[in-house]
Every structure is written in C-alpha cells, then in structure tokens.
C-alpha cells in the first residue's frame, strides 16, 4: 500500500532487508515505489523526517499471541490514541506517530518504552502495508501480509511517550558530557608526509602560473588549461583552476592551507572574477572531499578530475541549480588538517593549535545550508525545503574531527552557525503565492512552470509529489459527483485548493458534516495527501492547552480534526485566534518561550454540526460549510477505495490550483464573495450551521414568525427568549449578539407604526410577533410588571 508522504527503501523480494545502503538517499517518491513493487520488490517506510513519522513496533509472545506483561501494565495505565496502525504477519502492531515537536526519535529496543516494545526512528525502517514477507524471529518463522488495522490520520506522540523520549535525550547528553571532559578524548597529530607535501606545492605552483597567465590574456582570449581551452567567462577558467587549487590545498598531507591558497589567489585574480568563482567553487568542490581511505596516492590525487561548472553556492550569486556538497563517502576525521591552527616552531606540543571556528562553520555550511528559527533550532535544507534537524551540527562536526572531536568545539561551532545563519521567521506565513513541490516551485496565481528550488527562499514546507499540469483525476471528479449534490462540486473544489494556500487570508475554517459512512473521512484524507502529512497536523481545539499537541501546528499548511463529538461545545476564543492570524505563546523542551502564529487552514469534520459558547454572527461568519448528504451505502461506487484516489494526487493538485484561481483573495474580500456560498445547498447549511452554532438564531427562527401588523422591540423579544429559555443572564436590555442574530433573520430594526402599551405609537423594532399569540400577552405583561410600569 503506497500512500503519499511517505518516503521509501527498497527490501528484497518477499523479505524485509533493505536491497543496498539507503541512509544517505534523498526522498523516494511513491511513484518510484511502485516501480519497485512491480518487479517483484517488497518496500519500507522510512521512519524519519522524510516520512515525518516513527513507529512503536510492539512484538507479541509467538506461544501466546500477546504482548509482554510490561507493555499490558503500560496500557492499563495510558491511552494510545487511535491512529495509524499495520498488524504484522507475527501477530505484533505498528503503531505509527507524528513526531512530537522538536524531539528527534531514535531507535530502540527494548530501553525507552519496556521489553518487547521497539522503537523505529531517526536511521530506521518498517516493512510497509500491503506487502508480503517470510522470516525468523525468536526461532519461529513466520510469513504473510503486513495489514492496516486502523486507517486513521497518524496521531501525535502521546505526552507520556514523548516524556520518555526527552529524559533519553537529556541522559545520553549528560554521558557525552561526562565523556568529552574527562579527558577520553585523544587528539590525533597532523601527519605531513615530506614527499607528497613537495609534489602539492609543487602542483600548486604550476597552476598559480595558469592562473598568472590567464589573467594577463585579455578578455574573450583563451589558453589551455586541464586539457580544454577556457578563458575569463564565468565558471571556464578562473573557476576551473579554483576548484583544483581548492583541491590540492584541502590535501590532509599538504601543508598548505586553503586560506594561504586564497590569499595567493586573491592577489593574482582581477578583483572581478576572484571573489565570485572562488566562493563558487568552495560550494561545488565536493571533488575536493572525494579522497576517501584508499586515495593516499598523489598519483591519484592530482589525476584528471571533472568540475561541475553549474554549481553555485547560497550565498552567492545563483548560475544554475545549488547542490548540496556531499562528504557521506569520506572517512571520519577528514577534515582535521584545516580545522586547525599551525602553531610556531619554537611553541611546545603538537605541531597544531586553536580551533578554527569559523572554518568549520563555513564547512559545514557549504555541505548543506542551515536557517534558525526563533527558538535557536536548527534547520538544514533538503532537496526544495528546510527541515528541522537538531543533530545536525553535532553530525557533520564529528564527521570532520572523528577523535578530536568535544564538546567545546561543538558549543563554539553551534554558536557560530546560529549567529550567521539565515532566520527562519515562524512568526507569519510564508509567501502564500508560492507553492513548493518536489520538481520546483510555483506561482500558482497565473503560471504552469515550475522554477528551480533555491535555499535562499526559507521554504519549511513542500508537498510530496511533482507538478503536473497536465494530470487528470477521473476516479476522483467520480467519486465527487457520487457523493455530493450537483451545486457542491465547485464549492469542493475551491476548499481543495484554499487548503493549499500557505497561510488563511480568508480568515475561515472549513466543517464537513452529515450523518456517519458519508465521504467526510475520504473528503479530508485527500486533503491531507494533497498537501502531505509532514505538512499536516491533528490537533483539537480542545487539546490547545496540552503540551506537544500546539507547537505540532507551528509551520503546518493545514490542520484537520475529524469526527468532532456532536455534544462537544466548540471553544469560539480558540477557533478566532487560530483563523484570526493572532500571534500566540509557544514553548518547546528546553527552549525560550516564543511568540509565532499559528497560519495553518483548520478544517474539522463530524456528523452533527456542534454547539458553541458564543451567540455572535462574528463567529458563525468564519465558516464555511460543506453538507455530505448522500450515503455512501446508497452510492456505492464498483471497487473504490482510497488507495486509488492517490494515484491521482498530481491531477487533484492541478484541478485545485485552478479552482483556487478563481477566489478573490485580495485585502477586503470576505467568505461569501471567495466561496460563493449562493447555491441552495449552501444557503441551506448556512442555515443549519446558523442554528447549530447560535442559540440566539435558532429561538429566533423557531418562535417568532414576520408580522404585518405587528411591531416588536428587540428589548421585547429579549424578555421573550429570557421567559421561555428560562436564562437568567444580561438585563432587560437587549444584548448584542441577540440583536444581531434578529438582524440576521429579519434586517435592521426600523420605526413603524405598532402597539405598545394599549396604544398606536411609532416603535424602533422589527415587525414580528411571538409564534404563540397567548404567551406573547403573558410575556408582555411581564416586561411591563419588571419595569415597574
């Protein structure tokens, strides 16, 4: 079962072992997946980032097809909410969750939750659903399907789970801690080998003469250099000979530094090319790091190489698409022999000294662009979009330094990277006329073309699939047509392609209601495809104040709640907050608190539109309804199922885009004007969304008619409601939001002619009257003993 926001590996044919290495892979898209089922290939589910998922694997005794006594006592005394879960072929569940906040989930087995209950995070894998494998575990072999028992939205990580996770994290700091300061650590000497130190300046000397001779050419003449004729053009010469120099001078058996090399170069390059094409090959020198252990020969160092001349760097001017520069091949502690002062001859101790913080954070900065957010996180770019990546400082710094390594270089480092780096603003939405996928990014609003991926744009979210403009989606135009009335359709349409908007201009949130087996779940499934489920977060209004569960919606485009109790009261102050675009206080495990809003679109789904605290027209004035009347046992489609809508997501995506083209979504547009909610269907949910959501409005439309003789004042009609609700709140004074729910029904209040008090008198008021003619005199007379008339 392939299912879009996942990312995948390849497992051998009926088995669960990965087919080759995969930790280094970019994302595998489920198209690529499904190449690898056809040919016979079973696939695994990454449980990382990529996926934005892990999954607690709970093995069962194969005697007596239980769990342990441990993982039972456990679930006496917490709850595992209902979420996504696969049974496998020896009787255990994986349960899979969303990561909670900014804590990276490792692997485990057996520590952190108890024995029998494993871990599969950051670096791991499950067998995905769907697919079929025989093996061995605990002497018992075992073969069959891995099948979906619960084919609920992935749920967040419940609190008592994640509090596990952060005691693990604080254990294992204190362990490197203790480590790294008592003097374990041994640092390893810089080895320079006479001979080959020779031949490196030797080669450095002859193409600093290139370099002195293409410089004196004038411009638009050529020489040969490597065996091609380049000259002074961007990314020929003066960028070829600066990836070699870069090359020689990173040798760990050379003395000679890349600084001392810049300096050279600097002095010999006209100022107009020497800081671009040496910044520009710094970012593309991954031949640079291409040694690895079995290249000690100079031989094979200063071999022919081939450049990449496209490459260009973050932070400079952008040639072509930026490449990330990749070291996951070279040995730990490679880059030792630049990290390091040279100390002077008459100094005592290793011929090394300080460490050089800078250098390092622009080294690990050139393998991959980092951004920072509010809190001081980390976040690296991956292929289109910044991802939260905590360890990634720690990662690429002891990939440099190997047994150098300690937690000082790391703090000093880390400081150093978080006081340069780019700021990632959680604050406010993203640019809401862009949309990012996995082949480019869009501008929607009036174009079809993709344009390249660049790390300067700060993008944190994408959706997990390419665009095409051109892919149709039949199953789903079917499905649609099937299960919603004729003038819905269109309405469909503009909520799909409004929940892909990067922020809520509108200021709304969406409710799908009716009767259960309807289409609702299917409906905000989509949704969450559409966009991706690392885009997507479950978080209930009423779960707000709980820890984890509000910084989860930080970042995400879409937030979607389904199956709400039709009893539960609907917290209105939230609602307001989260669509009024309000900065809000967040806190995270071990971080500042922080202001940021929260921009995703919220759409919740339940069978009976719930009940609120709140009587104004303001708050019924955020939502735009969409009624699933037909059941889906009466429109019963041959061999639906949803695995087959995602299939289609690309052409979803294309037909949304351009149903989201037609919203006004300028400054002053409202609900009615974007959605169109003039349809008979629509009028007729609004009116049901009305008297759900307002108890003003339903007394209001239930028990009074309009009158042509009669005339009401409002304070009237408040005494009326107060008398047959039996509410003591407010006075006799009509209050506010009662007035306004009689103007929504009737119109302004207006001066007419009526009776008041036995006599013909001009009244300001509505002409209406109380649908029972003898309790409206009883009533009247009330209000007029109350005031003492």
């Known amino acids: 079962m392939i299912t879009p926001g996942f990312s995948y590996i390849q497992l051998q044919r009926h088995g669960k072992v990965p087919t080759r290495d995969w930790k280094g892979d970019a994302r595998v898209l489920p198209s690529e997946a499904r190449e690898w089922v056809a040919q016979g290939f079973n696939v695994g589910v990454r449980t990382d980032r990529q996926s934005s998922c892990w999954v607690l694997d709970v093995d069962v005794n194969p005697l007596t097809g239980e769990p342990t006594e441990e993982w039972q006592k456990l679930l006496a005394e917490h709850e595992i909410p209902a979420t996504y879960t696969v049974r496998t072929p020896s009787g255990g569940l994986h349960y899979y969750f969303r990561f909670p906040g900014d804590i990276d989930v490792r692997n485990d087995q057996g520590q952190v939750i108890c024995k029998g209950v494993d871990i599969r995070g950051i670096g791991g894998y499950v067998v995905a659903a769907g697919m079929t494998a025989s093996y061995n575990k605990h002497g018992v072999d075992y073969s069959g399907e891995y099948v979906v028992v619960d084919d609920s939205p992935i749920a967040q990580t419940p609190d008592w789970i994640a509090d596990r996770f952060v005691a693990r994290e604080e254990k294992q700091a204190e362990?490197?801690?203790?480590?790294?300061?008592?003097?374990?650590?041994?640092?390893?000497?810089?080895?320079?080998?006479?001979?080959?130190?020779?031949?490196?300046?030797?080669?450095?000397?002859?193409?600093?003469?290139?370099?002195?001779?293409?410089?004196?050419?004038?411009?638009?003449?050529?020489?040969?250099?490597?065996?091609?004729?380049?000259?002074?053009?961007?990314?020929?010469?003066?960028?070829?000979?600066?990836?070699?120099?870069?090359?020689?001078?990173?040798?760990?058996?050379?003395?000679?530094?890349?600084?001392?090399?810049?300096?050279?170069?600097?002095?010999?390059?006209?100022?107009?090319?020497?800081?671009?094409?040496?910044?520009?090959?710094?970012?593309?020198?991954?031949?640079?790091?291409?040694?690895?252990?079995?290249?000690?020969?100079?031989?094979?160092?200063?071999?022919?190489?081939?450049?990449?001349?496209?490459?260009?760097?973050?932070?400079?001017?952008?040639?072509?698409?930026?490449?990330?520069?990749?070291?996951?091949?070279?040995?730990?502690?490679?880059?030792?022999?630049?990290?390091?002062?040279?100390?002077?001859?008459?100094?005592?101790?290793?011929?090394?000294?300080?460490?050089?913080?800078?250098?390092?954070?622009?080294?690990?900065?050139?393998?991959?662009?980092?951004?920072?957010?509010?809190?001081?996180?980390?976040?690296?770019?991956?292929?289109?979009?910044?991802?939260?990546?905590?360890?990634?400082?720690?990662?690429?710094?002891?990939?440099?330094?190997?047994?150098?390594?300690?937690?000082?270089?790391?703090?000093?480092?880390?400081?150093?990277?978080?006081?340069?780096?780019?700021?990632?603003?959680?604050?406010?939405?993203?640019?809401?006329?862009?949309?990012?996928?996995?082949?480019?990014?869009?501008?929607?609003?009036?174009?079809?073309?993709?344009?390249?991926?660049?790390?300067?744009?700060?993008?944190?979210?994408?959706?997990?699939?390419?665009?095409?403009?051109?892919?149709?989606?039949?199953?789903?135009?079917?499905?649609?047509?099937?299960?919603?009335?004729?003038?819905q359709i269109t309405l469909a349409w503009k909520i799909l392609g409004y929940m892909m908007l990067s922020g809520n201009p509108l200021q709304v949130a969406f409710m799908l209601y009716g009767s259960g087996s309807n289409g609702k779940s299917t409906f905000a499934h989509v949704i969450e495809r559409l966009v991706g489920m690392n885009n997507a977060s479950a978080v209930a209004l009423k779960d707000f104040s709980q820890r984890f569960q509000t910084s989860a919606m930080i970042g995400k485009i879409v937030n979607v709640v389904g199956d709400i109790d039709s009893d539960y009261q609907m917290s209105t102050a939230a609602l307001k907050q989260v669509t009024g675009a309000d900065a809000m206080q967040f806190e995270r495990k071990n971080r500042d608190s922080f202001r940021a809003t929260l921009w995703a679109t919220c759409l919740f789904s339940a069978n009976r539109i719930p009940g609120t605290n709140d009587g104004s027209e303001g708050y019924a004035e955020r939502w735009v309804p969409l009624h699933f009347k037909r059941k889906a046992a009466e429109h019963r489609i041959e061999g639906f199922s949803e695995e087959g809508l995602w299939e289609e997501i690309q052409g979803i995506a294309a037909k949304a885009v351009r149903a989201l083209r037609t919203l006004p979504l300028h400054k002053g547009s409202s609900r009615n004007q974007a959605f169109d909610l003039t349809a008979e269907s629509s009028i007729e949910a609004m009116e049901e969304f009305r008297e759900a959501s307002n108890s003003y409005y339903a007394w209001i439309k239930n028990h009074t008619t309009p009158s042509e003789s009669e005339a009401m004042k409002p304070k009237e009609l408040w005494a009326a409601y107060k008398q047959a609700t039996g509410t003591r709140q407010g006075g006799t004074s009509c209050p506010r939001a009662f007035a306004e729910a009689l103007t929504d029904r009737y119109g302004p209040a207006k001066t007419r002619r009526g009776m008041y008090l036995g006599m013909q008198r001009n009244i300001h008021g509505h002409a209406v009257a109380l649908v029972d003619e003898e309790e409206t005199k009883s009533l009247e007379a009330d209000f007029v003993r109350d005031l003492n008339i």
């Open 175 to 487: 362990k490197i801690e203790r480590v790294n300061n008592g003097g374990d650590v041994q640092e390893k000497a810089e080895h320079i080998e006479p001979e080959w130190d020779k031949m490196a300046k030797q080669e450095l000397n002859d193409l600093f003469a290139l370099v002195s001779k293409l410089a004196k050419l004038p411009e638009g003449e050529s020489i040969e250099i490597l065996g091609e004729q380049r000259g002074w053009e961007r990314g020929a010469g003066f960028f070829t000979l600066a990836c070699k120099i870069i090359e020689v001078a990173r040798w760990p058996h050379t003395s000679v530094t890349v600084d001392q090399a810049h300096k050279a170069w600097a002095a010999r390059v006209p100022t107009k090319y020497a800081h671009h094409d040496w910044t520009n090959a710094l970012a593309s020198a991954d031949v640079t790091w291409a040694w690895g252990e079995q290249q000690r020969n100079p031989v094979d160092l200063f071999a022919g190489v081939e450049y990449r001349g496209k490459a260009s760097s973050p932070e400079g001017e952008q040639d072509g698409p930026w490449e990330p520069l990749d070291v996951s091949n070279q040995p730990i502690g490679w880059a030792n022999s630049v990290l390091f002062a040279k100390k002077k001859d008459d100094e005592e101790g290793e011929n090394s000294g300080a460490f050089k913080v800078e250098q390092a954070r622009q080294i690990i900065n050139r393998i991959g662009p980092i951004a920072v957010d509010p809190t001081g996180s980390v976040w690296t770019y991956d292929r289109g979009v910044y991802v939260h990546d905590e360890l990634v400082v720690l990662e690429r710094l002891y990939h440099m330094m190997g047994d150098r390594f300690t937690s000082t270089h790391l703090k000093n480092t880390r400081l150093a990277v978080q006081a340069k780096a780019p700021f990632l603003d959680l604050t406010k939405a993203p640019n809401p006329g862009i949309m990012n996928f996995t082949n480019g990014t869009l501008e929607w609003r009036d174009c079809d073309e993709v344009e390249l991926h660049d790390p300067k744009s700060l993008v944190t979210t994408q959706f997990p699939y390419e665009w095409d403009p051109s892919a149709g989606c039949p199953k789903f135009d079917h499905w649609l047509a099937t299960m919603l009335e004729p003038d």
